[in-house]
């Protein structure tokens, strides 16, 4: 069983900076794509970026040049390093593993969700 834990959320003005961290602890094998995704209250959630195993990141339209996802594989760490925020960035923050065990099963582990709020 692999669980993830997030934290870093919190409140911070327009403007601000926050960083978030999410450690992958457990019966863990390996870990492939890790990701962060938000959802905003009344609307879906959606992907905000993701990362591969070999470290090449991607984004959404909406975070590019503001956000920057990292991870240490040796800490099964991704962190995402949020930078110009805005009060629409405001949502609770989830990450996302994809993993696989020693037979090559693959399955998505999710954490709790750290909440964001950005004040105007």
């Known amino acids: 069983q692999v669980q993830l834990v997030e934290s870093g959320g919190g409140l911070v003005q327009g403007g601000g900076s926050l960083r978030l961290s999410c450690v992958a602890s457990g019966n863990i094998f390996r870990i492939n794509a890790m990701h962060w995704y938000r959802q905003a209250p009344g609307k879906q959630r959606e992907l905000v970026a993701g990362i591969t195993s070999g470290g090449s990141p991607n984004y959404a339209d909406s975070v590019k040049g503001r956000f920057t996802i990292s991870r240490d594989n040796a800490k099964n760490t991704v962190y995402l390093q949020m930078n110009s925020l805005k009060p629409e960035d405001t949502a609770v923050y989830y990450c996302?593993?994809?993993?696989?065990?020693?037979?090559?099963?693959?399955?998505?582990?999710w954490g709790q969700g750290t909440q964001v709020t950005v004040s105007s």
């Open positions: 996302n593993a994809q993993l696989e065990t020693r037979r090559g099963y693959e399955y998505a582990c």
